[in-house]
């Protein structure tokens, strides 16, 4: 079960991986200062998920207009995430939660997806500039994609 609306959102640091290098990405940094949305997602290279988030890719500009950061994330090391990135174009910033830290303290671990073990769920929050959970969502099943209509709804309330 994923977090509850109306709490805080738990805080973290995540690595991302571009032209760069490695970097670390602190969710609380955006408090403050904009929305963020958290898209969980099972496993970089999979069908549903590259076109989740090349969907959303294509739609940045919806997001960043209603003033909010979008962040992907999964369980897949930074270097394969910035492969896959490269190779669908996608722009969200992904990041890696490879000791599935995140995934747990959101509620969204999905067990034993295909048999190789745990990932985490499809899943998506919208969190507040005060750090409070104020949209959240979990699909039934990976092969369902959230609802982006009441994303959207939500980070324009």
Same mark, same amino acid.
């Given at each position: ?57 294509? %739609?940045? /500009?919806?997001? #960043?207009?209603?003033? !909010?950061? +979008?962040? @992907? ?6 270097? &394969? ?33 295909? %048999?190789? /073990?745990?990932? #985490?769920?499809?899943? !998506?929050? +919208?969190? @507040? ?6 949209? &959240? ?21």
């Amino acid at each position: 079960m994923p977090i509850p609306v109306g709490t805080k959102a738990p805080d973290f640091t995540l690595k991302t991986k571009n032209a760069e290098g490695l970097q670390d990405v602190k969710l609380s940094a955006n408090f403050g200062q904009k929305q963020t949305v958290l898209l969980f997602f099972p496993l970089a290279f999979t069908s549903v998920c590259t076109q989740e988030m090349c969907d959303i890719s294509s %739609g940045l /500009g919806q997001f #960043s207009g209603l003033d !909010a950061q +979008v962040y @992907g994330i999964s369980v897949d090391s930074p270097f &394969a995430q910035e492969a896959w990135a490269k190779q669908n174009k996608i722009g969200v910033t992904l990041l890696s939660d490879l000791n599935k830290t995140v995934t747990r303290a959101y509620g969204v671990v999905f067990p034993n997806l295909a %048999g190789i /073990g745990d990932t #985490s769920a499809r899943a !998506a929050f +919208v969190i @507040g500039q005060d750090g409070i959970v104020k949209y &959240a969502e979990q699909t039934p099943t990976p092969k369902d994609l959230p609802n982006f209509a009441a994303v959207k709804a939500a980070l324009a309330k």
